[in-house]
């Protein structure tokens, strides 16, 4: 019985340090997890001032539909030129973007999407880009060649500073990857972690002091 007692005292003493060694691991690792899950596919320049092609290596990691979209940055130019709703936040021209597009397997060949739009309504406003939107993606994890061609010369739209971009959006995601990494992983981040930690520190605190006072 004595042993069973000894056993059982041991284990418990044992437990804060188990949790401190997960939270402190969870701390470490989880940003760079969530990091290398989130990482955008594709976010490279483009631009309309002349007929031009892009082939860029992409790597999709996980089956998440990504937004494919167009990003219009102010770039150049001057503010008077500019057309502003408020005070910061600017329009472009409601012209027709052409773009021709395609991902394409990188070690099969086979065409996992594409297709030709010409892009006019603006979705929205982000982090100083205003934002067009040219489709939604979906292709299994690998790696991809994306091609894209600016089928004619846009001169409304050559003076702008333009990204086109793969992402997905935080509050609609459709593998556990993307939702863990985006909502539960952060909320165990920021709160379960570190509360764990400070359990466990003070548990060992007790455990020190409880063994100290009885010698």
Do not use: C
């Not at 031009?52 to 008077?80: A, C, M, S």
């Not at 973007?97 to 990188?106: E, G």
């Not at 892009?119 to 939604?136: F, H, I, K, M, N």
């Not at 981040?189 to 605190?205: C, H, K």
């Amino acid at each position: 019985m004595k042993t069973d007692r000894t056993l059982a005292l041991k284990i418990k003493q044992w437990h804060p340090i188990v949790i401190l060694v997960f939270a402190s691991l969870w701390m470490l690792l989880f940003p760079l997890w969530a990091d290398w899950v989130t990482a955008e596919p594709l976010d490279t320049p483009i631009s309309f001032a002349t007929k031009n092609t892009i082939h860029k290596e992409i790597e999709v990691r996980i089956p998440e539909t990504y937004r494919l979209h167009l990003l219009f940055g102010r770039g150049d130019v001057p503010p008077e030129e500019m057309e502003f709703i408020g005070s910061t936040v600017f329009s472009i021209p409601n012209v027709p973007a052409p773009l021709r597009w395609s991902i394409v397997n990188k070690k099969t060949g086979v065409t996992a999407a594409g297709g030709e739009v010409e892009s006019e309504d603006s979705r929205g406003v982000s982090g100083g880009y205003v934002t067009r939107t040219v489709a939604l993606v979906k292709a299994p994890p690998g790696r991809y060649i994306f091609n894209a061609e600016i089928i004619r010369p846009v001169p409304e739209l050559a003076k702008y500073q333009v990204h086109i971009q793969m992402d997905f959006g935080a509050k609609n995601t459709d593998t556990w990857q993307a939702g863990f990494a985006v909502w539960w992983g952060q909320i165990i981040w920021y709160i379960l972690a570190p509360l764990l930690i400070v359990y466990a520190i003070g548990a060992l605190i007790y455990i020190q002091r409880a063994r100290s006072s009885k010698l």
